[in-house]
């Protein structure tokens, strides 16, 4: 039996409220779950019965009573981790995909020329502030996303999350060496090893920034794809 719009909204809401909080893992758990139901259901089970019969489906699904109310938080966590390893994959191929590219691979080596001919050029303080901003422009296309994204409401979604956290992973990161080479007391990096670390962290950033935009925009693609399907 097919169930009705009211029948399938609240099995999601029980979902949630057990500890499905990313609706995009929530809808594969509703669709084996919705699926288990009309099998089952039939036209003169009274709403009681419906219930139930979740209820069995839901245990099925691995649904456990705990002290924290989160009855689902294992297969939660469960689905959050496998979302991670696919992206995690994905963001490693990125980066080996960029080498493969011969023009990838000519505009990093020129961009390394470029970089070595501006440190002969400029005194060593002038050469960390030019490269900062460099490394500072992929954070201003993410922080342009960011604001994007977010006018478009895709709600809790773990896809989208994990599209954000690998677009700026590169960033949150690597700043850190540049922490260390300004105004630091606490671990400061002398000033002869500053061209080499640039050398080494710049060009690495801008690699493992523009792997982790394609990784981005595969994620948003993905979500806005599962939400226009639950809308048709």
């Known amino acids: 039996m097919e169930l009705t719009k009211k029948q399938i909204q609240f099995i ?16 594969e758990m509703l669709d084996h779950i919705v699926t288990d139901v009309e099998s089952i259901l039939k036209p ?5 019965q419906f219930k139930e019969i979740v209820q069995e489906a839901f245990v099925s699904m691995g649904w456990k ?44 080596i020129l961009s390394l020329l470029l970089l070595f001919v501006l440190s ?10 030019i490269n900062f901003i460099i490394f500072l422009l992929p954070a201003l ?14 709600g809790n979604s773990i896809h989208k999350n994990y599209g954000l956290h690998y677009m700026s992973f590169s960033f949150l990161i690597l700043n850190v060496f540049f922490q260390f080479m300004g105004n630091n007391d606490f671990l400061p990096i002398p000033t002869t090893y500053h061209k080499t670390i640039i050398f080494t962290i ?19 693609k993905r979500v806005e794809t599962m939400r226009n399907n639950l809308l048709s």
């Open 12 to 27: 999601d809401h029980r979902l949630e409220n057990d500890g499905v909080k990313y609706w995009d893992i929530r809808i």
């Open 65 to 108: 009573e705990n002290f924290n109310g989160s009855s689902f938080e294992k297969q939660n966590k469960e689905g959050w981790k496998n979302v991670g390893k696919k992206y995690r994959k994905e963001y490693f191929l990125e980066v080996r995909n960029f080498f493969k590219k011969p023009k990838n691979l000519i505009v990093f």
């Open 202 to 220: 710049v060009p690495l950033h801008l690699v493992l920034s523009i792997s982790g935009f394609q990784v981005y925009k595969k994620a948003i």
């Open 120 to 129: 002969q050029n400029v005194s060593n303080s002038a050469f960390l502030k």
């Open 44 to 48: 003169k089970n009274t709403e009681c």
């Open 141 to 154: 296309l993410f922080l342009w996303e960011y604001i994007m994204i977010h006018k478009k409401k895709l």
